[in-house]
């Protein structure tokens, strides 16, 4: 956390989830892209309890204990063998042009899509960036306790999200061609009225079921999203739609976001007054309101391409 206030996350998603994405596009196809894209995002939870747990110990003590290991692993990945492509990848590349993100950007679904899930994105990185903070000046919650029960509940909405959320948005794909579309739209819909009680009230029971109930929110659309922006753009242009879905999503959440409620907590003053981070934060449901419509549009766009 920085002296002002406004926190910036190591684990972002960015960095873990762009080369996972990637490869499990690159090595799968149809609807089942969402199982494999959510199986690996338990780590959230286990960062939190470990670093609720060793926080005691100091940073270099934490960051030795989780950090390191991790280099073993990467050596580990290094010796995988890559699952065999689906397509002719040579044919793919001399198919290449400059002119292919033009292509990519000529489609309304896809746009739609990047700006939907971007406002999504928005909220849903904003819990974990903001989510502590609050916690901690608004309620006076302990860090430790902070870190465990934020683990805990991550951990629950995880497994849930990616046992469920994947089967979710298949069954919403089978509908039709923009059935994960509106999945997300659904999700970004009713993520609304959990961030108003959880930015609202003062009841604990209340906080840890809108917090677990928007974690699971948070990790149920990703896989799906990855999905569809690989489908919309097609074999010769995923690796392309990945990277553009990628970087719009974090663009708006981190760059733009974070920022923007920080940028609003210093305006209302919520350094004197730390009630006043409610109101900076109601960028989350506002911006879940303005992600439903983009998703549904775009749902509604795939639909009529496809007829």
């Known amino acids: 956390m920085s002296r002002n206030g406004r926190c910036r996350r190591s684990d972002s998603w960015t960095g873990g989830d762009f080369p996972f994405g990637g490869l499990f596009s690159s090595g799968k196809t149809g609807d089942r892209n969402e199982y494999l894209l959510d199986g690996h995002r338990h780590r959230r939870g286990t960062a939190a309890l470990l670093g609720g747990y060793l926080r005691q110990f100091g940073w ?7 950090g390191f290991p991790g280099i073993l692993f990467g050596i580990l990945v290094f ?23 033009k292509t990519l950007l000529a489609k309304k679904s896809f746009v739609l899509l990047c700006f939907g899930y971007a406002l999504l994105g928005l909220a849903t990185n904003n819990l974990s960036i903001w989510g502590a903070t609050f916690y901690s000046r608004v309620h006076q919650f302990d860090l430790p306790t902070i870190g465990f029960y934020g683990g805990i509940l991550t ?30 739209s659904l999700l970004a819909l009713l993520s609304v009225p959990f961030w108003l009680l959880l930015i609202f009230t003062e009841n604990v029971y209340l906080i840890l079921l809108a917090n677990f109930v928007l974690l699971f929110f948070a990790l149920a659309w990703l896989g799906a999203a990855a ?7 097609g074999a010769n242009l995923r690796g392309l739609a990945i990277a553009v879905y990628f970087f719009s ?11 923007l409620i920080g940028f609003l907590n210093d305006k209302f003053g919520a350094t004197a007054n730390p009630a006043m981070m409610r109101y900076a934060l109601l960028v989350c449901p506002i911006s ?20």
């Open 155 to 184: 951990l629950i909405a995880g497994i849930r999200a990616t046992l469920f959320g994947g089967a979710f948005a298949d069954w919403f794909r089978r509908k039709n061609k923009g059935g994960r579309m509106l999945y997300g």
């Open 227 to 233: 999905a569809d922006a690989t489908e919309i753009a």
């Open 79 to 101: 010796f995988l063998r890559e699952p065999p492509r689906q397509t002719n990848v040579a044919a793919i590349e001399a198919s290449r042009s400059n002119a292919d993100w």
């Open 60 to 66: 270099r003590a934490t960051f030795m204990l989780v």
């Open 249 to 259: 999503v974090n663009i708006v959440a981190y760059l733009i976001g974070s920022n």
């Open 288 to 307: 879940c309101l303005l992600s439903a419509v983009c998703l549904w549009i775009g749902s509604r766009s795939l639909n009529n391409s496809a007829n």
